[in-house]
């Protein structure tokens, strides 16, 4: 039996992955959302919090993990971020695994990942969509979120490979600097393309 066709999701802080990873969802592909996954094994009764709380004290409560917090003590400290990618990295991948099992028979399926490029996850997949839209655009989105700063939002940017580059080795771009109605043709589209390449 032929396995699904795996399409790797993407793109820079702004750019309505989210929103184009639901278009996805809605159109019948079946999505595997990393940051979902996280939230979810981190929050009340979250199958990481003690792990995470041994490594990180005072950063856990009863409704699991503080985001705050923990941000503030992996934000500027490399090493502290690798120990708590050290925890989280593997228990998405075994998430990520059972996902797969779970929908082997579908033509294709999705993973929502937002630092595919940086994290080298782009080597498991079959095909990269990047969503893309105007810096400008990008910029205005992102500074209306609650508690984002200028500076906060700069220092993403330099974690993330520029857009630029996510554009280039990209198979296939969504903008998303249009319409809602745009932006889910497109995706429309490229899925219809996407099942036929998958049956031949």
């Known amino acids: 039996m032929t396995r699904p066709t795996i399409i790797g999701l993407t793109g820079s802080i702004g750019m309505g992955k989210s929103t184009v990873a639901a278009m996805f969802e809605r159109a019948g592909v079946p999505v595997f959302d990393a940051d979902a996954e996280v939230r979810a094994m981190q929050g009340p009764e979250g199958e990481l919090n003690a792990e995470i709380e041994t490594a990180f004290p005072g950063s856990t409560g009863p409704d699991g993990v503080n985001r705050e917090a923990l941000g503030k003590i992996v934000f500027a400290d490399p090493e502290r971020l690798a120990a708590l990618e050290a925890i989280v990295h593997p228990a998405v991948a075994r998430k990520r695994a059972d996902f797969l099992a779970q929908n082997a028979d579908q033509p294709l399926i999705l993973f929502d990942i937002p630092l595919l490029f940086e994290r080298g996850g782009d080597a498991a997949v079959d095909v990269v969509v990047v969503v893309s839209a105007p810096a400008e ?61 998958s049956q031949e």
């Open 137 to 197: 655009v990008q910029r205005e989105r992102v500074l209306a979120r609650p508690g984002m700063t200028a500076e906060k939002f700069s220092h993403i940017l330099g974690l993330q490979t520029p857009d630029a580059e996510k554009r280039e080795r990209a198979d296939h771009v969504i903008d998303t600097g249009t319409t809602l109605v745009e932006t889910e043709v497109q995706v429309h589209s490229l899925i219809e393309r996407l099942r036929q390449i």
